[in-house]
């Protein structure tokens, strides 16, 4: 099983040096990837933890640690791709991966804040549709020669997009989430799947799911890569009532860190991203030391 652990880009930390210095620190320790969170306002819930304190965009925090590290995979957890336009993230993201040596990963959603929706003008009612036609278009920006799409939204023919990314065919899409849409879309296309929060015998669930519709489409079930977003509490306690909702570990007990990962390696997760719930810079890195010393070399 491989390791991920967050920045805290969406923790509001005054200072983006302390955020960033993280990045080198991970790999230093021997992580596999460095994951990032996506929004654009300070509403409902992260403006209760934030008010107007920093949420640092993800593609720029990304950009940044493809600078100051070599080995590690870089990804969004997750994207919310309906607040995004489809043309200019295709062309960041590629030129991320251009930059990185191919080490971006998307994760992607369709989001749930409805006051961020209704802020940017957007119908939270289409946000599906709205996802899928994103990862159609950047899709076929980065692997074809001549990329044409129509449709409604977007229409183009007879336009060169370059850079094309490193990674063939295309920069990995992994899919958030775990409603009936977001188990459909990983299954059908998506590289991966990447909910937040499951338990371990969710998850099974899940997979399952995704495996029966993926052979349904003709697609191997094994190309799929299963990740979890594992909620890691820092100080013992969940960091709201949002995360109380969701499965978590506390970050205080190695042994039963090793057990609850355990448990989610049988369920089958190959990618663990940690989840570490603070803003507290000292106390993350105490984390990520324990755990890199304490935990991960179990799975090695």
Not at 22 to 42: K, R
Not at 119 to 135: K, V
Not at 190 to 203: I, K, R
Request: proline share 7%.
């Amino acid at each position: 099983m491989q390791f991920g652990v967050t920045i805290p880009n969406n923790w509001g930390v005054e200072d983006p040096k302390e955020v960033l210095a993280l990045g080198p620190l991970a790999e230093e320790l021997g992580y596999d990837s460095l994951w990032v969170m996506d929004h654009l306002f300070n509403t409902g819930y992260i403006r209760e933890r934030l008010e107007d304190r920093p949420y640092y965009h993800p593609m720029s925090t990304l950009s940044y640690l493809a600078a100051t590290t070599s080995r590690v995979l870089l990804g969004t957890s997750v994207l919310v791709l309906p607040y995004h336009n489809p043309v200019e993230l295709a062309k960041y993201a590629a030129t991320l991966d251009q930059i990185s040596g191919g080490r971006v990963m998307l994760g992607v959603g369709v989001g749930a804040m409805t006051e961020e929706f209704e802020a940017l003008g957007i119908p939270m009612r289409q946000r599906g549709s709205l996802t899928d036609e994103c990862i159609a278009v950047m899709k076929e920006l980065w692997t074809n020669a001549n990329p044409s799409y129509h449709s409604s939204r977007w229409n183009f023919d007879n336009l060169l997009f370059s850079p094309k990314p490193v990674q063939k065919p295309h920069i990995p899409l992994w899919i958030g989430g775990s409603s009936p849409g977001a188990l459909r879309r990983a299954a059908v296309v998506g590289d991966g799947w990447h909910p937040t929060g499951l338990s371990p015998e969710d998850f099974i669930l899940g997979a399952r799911d995704i495996g029966e519709q993926a052979a349904e489409a003709g697609r191997d079930p094994g190309a799929i890569t299963m990740s979890m977003r594992v909620e890691v509490e820092v100080h013992g306690r969940p960091s709201s009532a949002r995360a109380a909702s969701r499965a978590r570990m506390p970050g205080d007990d190695p042994g039963q860190m090793i057990a609850t990962l355990e448990a989610y390696q049988s369920a089958g997760v190959e990618h663990a991203v940690l989840a570490l719930n603070s803003g507290d810079i000292s106390s993350i890195k105490i984390l990520m030391e324990r755990i890199a010393q304490d935990v991960i070399p179990h799975f090695r």
